[in-house]
């Protein structure tokens, strides 16, 4: 009896030892999470909120340090109300369009090219990486001289060759410095548009191509019923970050123009920098940085229906 006892009883030590080892594999792993738990909730989360809070009180330079007032709505009311927000709202949609339009089809034409196999091949495409690796203060600086009036070479080759009479005051001018901004961030963003879909055209399986070619199909064929669907997916995620980081570009409109001549090259993000930190308006641009992020969100959610109805 007594070694029966004691079978039964090292039976049950060893359930229970088993049952505490998984408990603490699974304590272990929520370990492993809680430093990503832990950074999220204090560079993204805690951010968002504060900001959040701010847009309903009356946060400037005076009250910064003492009692805010509770002011609910009015923050969004007068930033809808101002003409500025009005002309950054649309300096914001022209300029993300015009730049994911002129990156997507460059930088595609140049993943079509390095695509194929010819000598230099892999130094050129080295190279073209350049622009996207370079700081965006040298980026904008070296287009802020290249665009300038007098001595920008963009004016002296254009006069050369005869295209203009006069040079065109690019950044100087209301008419023309929201499109210098675009050239300045294109110029930037082929690099990155076309190694993105220069891996995922790497990747295309070869048989299908032969099959086409076999079955009779040309070029632009294959190009529309084979490549541009298999590729849906990596466009669809290239778009959307595309938008994201157009949208919310600050840096090279501020070194390039701040913002004028007029407001007319100002954004979302350099207006809201303007109302916190020129104006002191802090609720106000926090208003303004709020409405950027529901534009954004609003993005991120349609593109995740897409993926979702993709996948389906």
């Given at each position: 009896m007594s070694q029966l006892q004691s079978a039964v009883q090292s039976k049950v030590t060893v359930k229970q030892s088993r049952k505490l080892a998984k408990s603490l594999s699974k304590w272990t792993s929520y370990f492993f999470v809680i430093p990503s738990l832990v950074f999220i909730g204090l560079f993204m989360l805690f951010p968002i909120a504060y900001n959040l809070i701010i847009s309903f009180q009356n946060v400037t330079i005076m009250n910064l340090a003492g009692e805010r007032e509770f002011v609910g709505l009015l923050n969004y009311i007068n930033i809808f109300k101002d003409i500025n927000f009005t002309v950054s709202m649309k300096n914001s949609f022209v300029f993300t369009t015009a730049c994911l339009l002129f990156q997507f089809i460059i930088g595609f034409a140049f993943a079509l090219f390095y695509n194929q196999k010819f000598p230099g091949r892999d130094l050129m495409r080295s190279l073209m990486l350049l622009a996207w690796m370079l700081p965006i203060v040298i980026t904008a600086t070296l287009f802020k001289w290249m665009l300038s009036n007098d001595y920008g070479i963009i004016n002296y080759v254009l006069l050369t060759i005869g295209i203009i009479d006069q040079p065109i005051h690019w950044l100087t001018e209301a008419n023309t410095s929201l499109v210098g901004t675009v050239i300045g961030n294109v110029w930037v963003g082929i690099p990155f548009n076309m190694i993105i879909l220069l891996s995922a055209l790497q990747s295309l399986p070869d048989d299908l191509y032969e099959a086409a070619k076999?079955?009779?199909?040309?070029?632009?064929?294959?190009?529309?019923?084979?490549?541009i669907p298999l590729l849906k997916p990596t466009i669809l995620i290239l778009l959307?970050?595309?938008?994201?980081?157009?949208f919310k570009v600050f840096d090279l409109i501020f070194?390039?123009?701040?913002?004028g001549p007029v407001n007319s090259s100002t954004v979302l993000p350099l207006y809201a920098y303007q109302l916190a930190f020129q104006q002191f308006e802090f609720s106000?641009?926090?208003?303004?940085?709020?409405?950027?992020?529901?534009i954004l969100s609003v993005f991120a959610s349609i593109y995740l229906w897409m993926i979702r109805k993709e996948e389906q």
């Open positions: 076999i079955d009779g199909a040309n070029r632009l064929q294959r190009f529309i019923h084979i490549t959307m970050l595309g938008i994201v980081y157009t070194i390039m123009t701040a913002g106000m641009g926090a208003a303004v940085a709020t409405v950027m992020f529901v």
